[in-house]
Antibody, heavy 125, light 110 residues
Framework: QVQLQESGPGLVKPSETLSLTCAVS?????????WSWIRQPPGKGLEWIGS???????YYNPSLKSRVIISVDTSRNQFSLKVSSVTAADTAVYYC??????????????????WGQGTLVTVTS | QSVLTQPPSASGTPGQRVTISCSGS????????LTWYQQFPGTAPKLLMY???QRPSGVPDRFSGSKSGTSASLAISGLQSEDEADYYC???????????FGGGTKLTVL
């Protein structure tokens, strides 16, 4: 059974960098798929942050691209998220997820099939 | 303002059939498959439907999905109290180069 678990500080000061890690168990990241981060501000909807491929290629939400870095550590079977220069607007539950599916001539057939339980990150001084 | 438009709320009585709509554009729903997620309070979203109308293993066949043009819908038949949750649609958007989600629909079982 594939499981994902987020970890990292629950409190971050404004202007600092938010750092989270997603540990994957039950599946080797080396075997493929893409790995994503999604966030959800309290009481609001979901926002995709970005995804990383096994090759190291990354795709980021254009609205966050200048502040986000997603990386993968295959030796530890985990991937990470860094968001710099955070503000109160970055307060959210952060989820990691596995991106399954494929892309063909008919378009994207991707979906997020396994999710972590989520971790609340609050930006406060 | 979400790129994909969903009604903020929906409701039904046990046993009833309820549908939740998701409206987009040619750059997202019109060009790519749609996914639905179910989320209970305080928990992570769960994959409910992918490729417009495919149910993952374990999802009851009471749930069905459809897509036409730039709109899609999720139907729940034989509504049960345990279906009370938030439902989100999602798709890739070519114009934004971004995954986009609907704002979510809170389903209440009366």
């Amino acid at each position: 059974q594939v499981q994902l678990q987020e970890s990292g500080p629950g409190l971050v000061k404004p202007s600092e960098t938010l750092s989270l890690t997603c540990a994957v168990s039950g599946y080797s990241i080396n075997s493929g798929y893409r790995w994503s981060w999604i966030r959800q501000p309290p009481g609001k909807g979901l926002e995709w942050i970005g995804s990383i491929y096994l090759s190291g290629s990354t795709y980021y939400n254009p609205s966050l691209k200048s502040r986000v870095i997603i990386s993968v550590d295959t030796s530890r079977n985990q991937f990470s998220l860094k968001v710099s220069s955070v503000t109160a607007a970055d307060t959210a539950v952060y989820y990691c997820a596995r991106q399954n599916g494929y892309y063909d001539h008919t378009g994207s057939h991707y979906y997020l099939d396994y999710w972590g339980q989520g971790t609340l990150v609050t930006v406060t001084s | 303002q979400s790129v994909l438009t969903q009604p903020p709320s929906a409701s039904g009585t046990p046993g009833q059939r309820v549908t939740i709509s998701c409206s987009g554009s040619s750059s997202n729903i019109g060009s790519h498959t749609l996914t639905w997620y179910q989320q209970f309070p305080g928990t992570a979203p769960k994959l409910l439907m992918y490729d417009n109308n495919q149910r993952p293993s374990g999802v009851p066949d009471r749930f069905s999905g459809s897509k036409s043009g730039t709109s899609a819908s999720l139907a729940i038949s034989g509504l049960q109290s345990e279906d009370e949750a938030d439902y989100y649609c999602a798709a890739w958007d070519d114009s934004l180069s971004n995954w986009v989600f609907g704002g979510g629909t809170k389903l209440t079982v009366l």
